[in-house]
């Protein structure tokens, strides 16, 4: 089982083109954790952004009478690719991990499935 530090530190490591990483309460939209970042990229005001994306799809997943559950959301921009994982594992209900990549040196289909190996050993 990891904390919080220990699997903010393995996401930038393990994965490959890494930017930032922050594990995101979604109810309050405050970061209880984050690593990477930078003056282009400020990880708490990501947190309370992609809050309102989270939220937002969970309305929208209800509107629609969708008995689902959401495992990623992904946002493509022209540098870099923004991952959302909402969190299954003991704990992590209201909670998700926010993962930047750099388009140019990622590999998305390893990147998500690293996330969800991440998020696994993941202890809240």
Do not use: C, P, W
Request: aromatic share 4%.
């Amino acid at each position: 089982m990891a904390n919080t530090e220990t699997t903010l530190k393995e996401a930038m490591t393990v994965i490959e083109g890494a930017v930032g990483v922050a594990l995101v309460d979604y109810t309050s939209g405050m970061a209880l954790g984050t690593l990477g970042g930078g003056k282009h990229l400020d990880l708490n005001v990501a947190a309370a952004g992609n809050t309102d994306v989270v939220r937002a799809k969970l309305r929208a997943m209800e509107m629609l009478g969708l008995q689902d559950e959401i495992e990623d959301i992904l946002i493509t921009l022209g540098g870099q690719y923004h991952l959302i994982r909402l969190l299954k594992a003991r704990g992590g209900n209201g909670l998700f991990l926010y993962l930047a990549l750099d388009n140019q040196r990622a590999n998305l289909a390893m990147a998500r499935h690293q996330l969800r190996k991440i998020e696994a050993e993941l202890e809240v």
